[in-house]
């Protein structure tokens, strides 16, 4: 469905921007929030993702007005919203939990928060059967919650807040109820639907592929701050610090020593760092697990630096075989593509491990 499709069965969407400036919260003593910075654009489908306690449910409910800042601002199309209760602010949220009313049927959930605005029902009608076939469920209007399977239920508690007709849409953790296959399924569907309506979105979630599969942008959090913002690419190519390129995938980080200009690993090899790279004490050499090679003693490629090593895990991936490789003092992590009838390397079998030293970051606390 197209967002001229969204329009022709009666739903009135307008995408607006999100700006937070300089917003901290705190309970008690403890901050919860400090100094939050975040531009969101019309119409964009954007992730706050994080470790359980980072702030991003705290963010998502001073938005919507479940919370107060102690200090900062929050503006939608411009306009501050910080000091509005939060039935003026014109911004629908879906829970995690869904919140779906047991004893009411599809209909009359969706109708719930047109019926609190005391909309005329004519008007309540129409918008629950537009908002009921944007979601694809205008045949199961009469259903209760409980003869709807978990995808469905979460695209009533959507239709449910789109029928207000937002400025904003603030999703908290919306598939963390469903199985992993259905929550595939239900994230491609939401992303389409998002889309096709056009709103301006900010999900929260602590599962980066749900976020990188579905999002445009991704604000990484971490105690109450805000570590980088860019696409799920920028992010897990170009990571700003060791925190972001661990949680955002697989990340082997080596230790070792700075001596000079060169980073002495513990895997036994001397890299020279890259000139202009910003190197602190605490700076460290960060691959990704397919950005090494592995093969036979003595087979590595004379042009990089490679250590033997010696297979310690195997982790079949399907279209991937993962290796768990010993080498020095180090356990790194190799990825290696799998095709039908390739032969497994086998535990403890000897290997040498070759890294090409411009797929290294050099990446600090």
Request: with cysteine.
């Amino acid at each position: 469905m197209s967002q001229s499709d969204a329009r022709d069965i009666g739903l009135s969407v307008k995408a607006v921007d999100l700006t937070i400036e300089d917003v901290s919260a705190a309970y008690g003593e403890h901050v919860v929030l400090d100094g939050i910075d975040l531009a969101i654009a019309p119409g964009e489908l954007f992730a706050l993702l994080g470790p359980s306690g980072c702030g991003k449910t705290t963010l998502l409910r001073l938005i919507a007005g479940f919370a107060e800042a102690a200090r900062g601002c929050i503006r939608v199309g411009g306009v501050d919203i910080a000091a509005l209760p939060p039935w003026k602010r014109d911004i629908g949220m879906v829970f995690q939990s869904y919140a779906l009313w047991p004893h009411k049927t599809v209909g009359e959930n969706v109708a719930f928060g047109l019926e609190e605005r005391r909309l005329p029902r004519a008007e309540i009608r129409r918008r629950v059967e537009a908002a009921l076939t944007f979601v694809g469920l205008r045949d199961l209007v009469d259903r209760r919650p409980s003869q709807l399977s978990g995808g469905q239920q979460q695209r009533v508690a959507l239709a449910r807040t789109i029928a207000i007709e937002p400025k904003i849409l603030l999703l908290d953790e919306p598939l963390s109820n469903l199985d992993a296959k259905l929550r595939v399924q239900v994230r491609r569907e939401l992303r389409a639907l998002q889309k096709s309506l056009g709103l301006t979105t900010v999900i929260v979630t602590h599962d980066q592929e749900e976020a990188n599969t579905i999002c445009d942008r991704i604000a990484v959090m971490n105690e109450g701050r805000v570590q980088q913002v860019g696409t799920p690419t920028e992010l897990y190519e170009r990571p700003a610090n060791l925190f972001v390129a661990q949680f955002l995938g697989t990340a082997n980080v080596l230790g070792g020593r700075m001596i000079g200009a060169g980073f002495i690993s513990d895997l036994g090899v001397a890299w020279p760092v890259p000139s202009g790279a910003n190197v602190k004490t605490n700076v460290k050499p960060v691959f990704r697990p397919q950005d090494a090679r592995l093969c036979a003693p003595g087979q590595a490629d004379a042009g990089l630096p490679s250590v033997t090593g010696r297979i310690v895990e195997r982790e079949f991936l399907g279209s991937t075989v993962r290796y768990g490789v010993a080498s020095g003092q180090s356990h790194v992590w190799i990825d290696v593509p799998f095709h039908a009838g390739s032969a497994l390397m086998e535990l403890n079998q000897a290997v040498d491990l070759a890294i090409a030293p411009d797929r290294l970051l050099w990446l600090a606390d």
